[in-house]
T-cell receptor, first 112, second 115 residues
Framework: GENVEQHPSTLSVQEGDSAVIKCTYS??????FPWYKQELGKGPQLIIDIRSNVGEKKDQRIAVTLNKTAKHFSLHITETQPEDSAVYFC???????????FGSGTRLQVQP | EPEVTQTPSHQVTQMGQEVILRCVPISNHLYFYWYRQILGQKVEFLVSFYNNEISEKSEIFDDQFSVERPDGSNFTLKIRSTKLEDSAMYFC?????????????FGPGTRLLVL
């Protein structure tokens, strides 16, 4: 089955700086890669996703890049704000079944 | 904006007891899921459900677990005889396929503590 590795496990940045979180996946047939933000006591909230027919997708301060050859994808947050502080999970859709395999999460702390 | 809702938010139970976790998926969604997250660990897939039957299940989803859509709005996860290791956050998710693309939306979770 799919295996997703995520780095770093924790990330601390100054407000206004950029943050980058990286994930690798094992199943070359995977085609869908969402990113979720989880705030304390809440469920994962979808913030952006990318499918394998594109290499990059942007939504305001958030962007995701995908390198299918290398089997890795990254989340980029620019101009970080304190409210960006949360745990971020990458995921990959298991081919052949309707299930997401999640990375281990990155705790992002944005220092004011 | 429509949301997935879950009840209860917290549940404490004794080992060996049965628990039922409830979810109300987004109304026009057709695919339903349960995931769990043991404290400090990854979110793990348990089961997917479509057209009133299980589509896929993971190795975690053994005979102690069952799912049901008892009416047009609720989707439930039952754990028949809870074990200490069932303590986790349980998330329900739902999705719809549009234009060949599917996106899963998660509920806020139920924190289950088995004593």
């Amino acid at each position: 089955g799919e295996n997703v590795e995520q780095h770093p496990s924790t990330l601390s940045v100054q407000e206004g700086d950029s943050a980058v979180i990286k994930c690798t996946y094992s199943d070359s047939a995977s085609n869908y890669f969402p990113w979720y933000k989880q705030e304390l006591g809440k469920g994962p909230q979808l913030i952006i996703d990318i499918r394998s027919n594109v290499g990059e997708k942007k939504d305001q301060r958030i962007a995701v890049t995908l390198n299918k050859t290398a089997k890795h994808f990254s989340l980029h947050i620019t101009e970080t704000q304190p409210e960006d502080s949360a745990v971020y999970f990458c995921a990959a859709e298991d081919t052949g079944r309707r299930a997401l395999t999640f990375g281990s999460g990155t705790r992002l702390q944005v220092q004011p | 904006e429509p949301e997935v809702t879950q009840t209860p938010s917290h549940q404490v139970t004794q080992m060996g007891q049965e628990v039922i976790l409830r979810c109300v998926p987004i109304s026009n969604h057709l695919y339903f899921y349960w995931y769990r997250q043991i404290l400090g660990q990854k979110v793990e897939f348990l089961v997917s459900f479509y057209n009133n039957e299980i589509s896929e299940k993971s190795e975690i989803f053994d005979d102690q677990f069952s799912v049901e859509r008892p009416d047009g709005s609720n989707f439930t996860l039952k754990i028949r005889s809870t074990k200490l290791e069932d303590s986790a956050m349980y998330f329900c998710a739902s999705s719809i396929v549009a234009g060949g693309k599917e996106t899963q939306y998660f509920g806020p979770g139920t924190r289950l503590l088995v004593l």
